[in-house]
T-cell receptor, first 115, second 112 residues
Framework: GAVVSQHPSRVICKSGTSVKIECRSL??????MFWYRQFPKKSLMLMAT?????????EQGVEKDKFLINHASLTLSTLTVTSAHPEDSSFYIC???????????FGPGTRLTVL | SQELEQSPQSLIVQEGKNLTINCTSS?????LYWYKQKYGEGLIFLMM???GGEEKSHEKITAKLDEKKQQSSLHITASQPSHAGIYLC????????????WGAGTKLIIKP
């Protein structure tokens, strides 16, 4: 089946620094990837749709200058949290579309803690 | 806008017992997905339903979509500790080919 990896799995950083999270499709090409944020005991919140070779589409209320998305190749999308603050601490999950039914395959997630 | 409501929010079940999780939509569903998530991990795809009345099974998990395509149920038979986790339903958005809207999830705990 389609495999999606994320790196790093956990990151702890100081307030004000920037953090880059990678999302890779390992055995397939993904023209479309999604970035989600998940709060404790809450459902997934779609942040943006990452499109290979073009600008990401951000959901309402998500700051595009805060959460930079780059989808430079068919197997890699990156999310950079710029000038991170404690309120950015969360679980970030990416997914990629694959299969005949456009199923979403998810990465294992990245736990970000901003001190 | 379309919303998905899952019930119950959490469930504690004795090992070996059956259980059902429901996902109800405020509008007609165009593709209903069931995923499982273990705490702090990514989501694992379980099943996808598209047609009214459709039913799919995988091992001891059965998912159904009602005829009106507004409600789906996930049924686990003879639950095991490996079934523990958070179950999420997702539905295709009308304005997008790929994006999903999500239910809040059902946390399932299996008591040995």
């Amino acid at each position: 089946g389609a495999v999606v990896s994320q790196h790093p799995s956990r990151v702890i950083c100081k307030s004000g620094t920037s953090v880059k999270i990678e999302c890779r499709s390992l055995d397939f090409q993904a023209t479309t990837m999604f970035w989600y944020r998940q709060f404790p005991k809450k459902s997934l919140m779609l942040m943006a749709t990452s499109n290979e070779g073009s600008k990401a589409t951000y959901e309402q209320g998500v700051e595009k200058d805060k959460f930079l998305i780059n989808h430079a190749s068919l197997t890699l999308s990156t999310l950079t949290v710029t000038s991170a603050h404690p309120e950015d601490s969360s679980f970030y999950i990416c997914s990629a579309i694959a299969g005949p039914n456009n199923e979403q395959f998810f990465g294992p997630g990245t736990r970000l803690t901003v001190l | 806008s379309q919303e998905l409501e899952q019930s119950p929010q959490s469930l504690i079940v004795q090992e070996g017992k059956n259980l059902t999780i429901n996902c109800t939509s405020s509008k007609t569903l165009y593709g209903l997905y069931w995923y499982k998530q273990k705490y702090g991990e990514g989501l694992i795809f379980l099943m996808m339903l598209q047609k009214g009345g459709e039913e799919k099974s995988h091992e001891k998990i059965t998912a159904k979509l009602d005829e009106k395509k507004q409600q789906s149920s996930l049924h686990i038979t003879a639950s095991q500790p490996s079934h523990a986790g958070i179950y999420l339903c997702g539905a295709g958005r009308m304005d997008s080919n790929y994006q999903l809207i999500w239910g809040a999830g059902t946390k399932l705990i299996i008591k040995p």
